[in-house]
């Protein structure tokens, strides 16, 4: 859809090449994480942690599925697709697009903290092997277009700290983390806990948002129902799914409202990405239900927090800190019944096979919208976030 203005996507991918966890794993670690080939396919196989990582089938990416047609079967080579690697050709595809900007996220590392699970060291060498590598290959800021987002674990407060430091040094305009609750040295934590308010602090200072991009977290839960204890998004899941739709963003941001940590920290800025927004009027119900009900919370999961509340409107909180994408076929007219259109984003999840072809014609599903609106939503909103 032609637009007379250059959208700002919310969402788009690279595909990561072989290297992208192991250039700049430490040396001692190269017995934990490498590649073998299947002895009858030849298919190739990452091991991490002594267990092969399931998370996808081809996570070498060669063939590629093309974008956007719900077809995995139809494929094509990835160096036919040299902008799913490189940042030049991908801005080249942005201006055919009509892609002024973009956020810029993985697709094989949504899965990593799970495969790590409670190999917490482990995890912080993978999360800073990975960070060196993007920053090596797209930088995490290519010409004030392209928007890379640089991974964080969390597990350790200060080593994230140093690493915010290392990020915005080199340019960073936004984060990624996942959605949900923290494995920390001293068990789980909630991300809300007071002891990451240096790390929240530093991000709000630097008025860089948070990015929570839907990720593989919450099957150690459904799992119980199903067996499936780990996220394979190329398999039958479906009944996981129904349990896990919208449930880690739903809890993250409950906690980060409820305990408090956006009062503390009232300009940190979040935007969630791929998690669609049908749990958002539930949450938003809800937290207008307690605080009418004037309940303190307390934090259930292992954490220096014992009693916490927020101090103000916690809905008035949850809309200054936080921008929702919807998937475009979504009733995006009926959450603007919850949530102020000036927190709307659009993404198209270029170019995975479930994604827009074309990121623009997300415009079609807002033709209802009044233009300016939309301008909002396609471009404005998450402009703003990323020009700060």
């Not at 080199?170 to 040295?185: C, K, M």
């Not at 409820?258 to 920290?265: E, K, S, V």
Request: charged content about 25%.
């Amino acid at each position: 859809m032609q637009l007379d203005y250059g959208m700002v996507d919310a969402d788009n991918h690279y595909y990561e090449p072989t290297d992208a966890l192991t250039r700049y794993l430490p040396d001692q670690r190269r017995r934990d994480v490498y590649w073998v080939s299947e002895v009858d396919s030849g298919r190739k196989r990452l091991i991490i942690g002594s267990r092969v990582w399931e998370y996808l089938a081809n996570p070498t990416f060669d063939p590629i599925v093309k974008p956007g047609l719900l077809d995995r079967r139809n494929t094509e080579p990835i160096a036919n697709r040299p902008e799913y690697r490189d940042p030049a050709k991908r801005v080249a595809r942005f201006d055919e697009q009509g892609i002024d900007r973009s956020l810029m996220f993985p697709t094989l590392m949504n899965g990593l903290g799970e495969i790590v699970g409670s190999n917490l060291a482990l995890h912080v060498d993978l999360v800073w092997s990975f960070n060196q590598w993007l920053a090596d290959d797209w930088g995490f800021n290519y010409e004030n277009r392209i928007f890379s987002a640089p991974l964080f674990a969390l597990t350790d407060p200060q080593q994230s700290v140093e690493m915010l430091e290392w990020a915005l040094d080199r340019g960073a305009r936004a984060i990624l983390v996942a959605a949900g609750p923290i494995r920390s040295e001293v068990g789980w934590r909630s991300p809300a806990d007071p002891v990451y308010d240096p790390f929240w602090a530093r991000l709000a200072e630097a008025k860089v948002p948070a990015c929570i991009h839907a990720a593989a977290q919450y099957n150690r839960h459904s799992g119980e129902y199903t067996g499936h204890f780990e996220q394979r998004p190329m398999e039958d899941q479906t009944l996981d799914a129904i349990m896990n739709s919208g449930r880690a963003v739903t809890d993250f941001f409950a906690a980060m409202v409820w305990q408090g940590a956006f009062t503390r920290h009232p300009d940190l800025r979040f935007v969630s990405i791929e998690n669609k927004s049908s749990w958002l009027p539930n949450l938003v119900s809800r937290l207008q239900e307690f605080q009418a009900k004037r309940y303190g919370a307390q934090n259930f999961i292992r954490s220096s927090i014992d009693h916490s509340k927020t101090t103000e409107d916690p809905v008035e909180a949850f809309h200054r800190c936080v921008f929702v994408t919807p998937h475009w076929d979504e009733d995006i007219q009926a959450l603007l019944e919850f949530q102020p259109v000036e927190r709307i984003t659009a993404g198209s999840d270029y170019p995975h096979y479930d994604g827009l072809v074309e990121p623009t014609d997300y415009a079609k599903y807002l033709d209802w919208m009044k233009p300016e609106d939309q301008r909002k939503v396609m471009r404005d909103n998450l402009g703003s976030l990323l020009a700060s």
